[in-house]
């Protein structure tokens, strides 16, 4: 059974930094692109950052340039560095998986009803 679990969030000030950390079990994710999406009460899942099998990212506009998103195969985990944290960054966060991609595959979606499995969320509150 496919689990990702979430961790890191937190409340940091703006400007501060956080760091994410999702850890995915039950299947190996060669081939498979892994993303960050985060949604705030009463709005729909919101895209943030993906990464494909062969390394290529593709951030949200709001997060470019603060935002890196990594990942371990090897370890099964998914990292999203979040620098410069604005109040609007205010969400809770989940890793989410896509796929299984032809090996060449440099795709990376952006929409919800492209990805599977979904991790529980950890929430990040940014204060002004």
């Known amino acids: 059974q496919v689990q990702l679990v979430e961790s890191g969030g937190g409340l940091m000030q703006a400007g501060g930094s956080l760091r994410l950390s999702c850890l995915a079990t039950g299947r190996t994710f060669s081939n498979y692109v892994m993303g960050w999406f985060r949604q705030t009460p009463g709005r729909e899942r919101e895209f943030v950052a993906g990464?494909?099998?062969?390394?290529?990212?593709d951030y949200a506009d709001s997060v470019k340039g603060r935002f890196t998103i990594s990942r371990d195969d090897a370890k099964n985990t998914v990292t999203l560095q979040m620098n410069s944290l604005k109040p609007e960054d205010t969400a809770v966060y989940s890793c989410t998986t896509a796929g299984p991609y032809d090996t060449n595959n440099y795709y990376v979606p952006r929409r919800v009803y492209e990805y599977d499995y979904w991790g529980q969320g950890t929430q990040v509150t940014v204060s002004s």
């Open positions: 990464m494909s099998w062969r390394g290529l990212t």
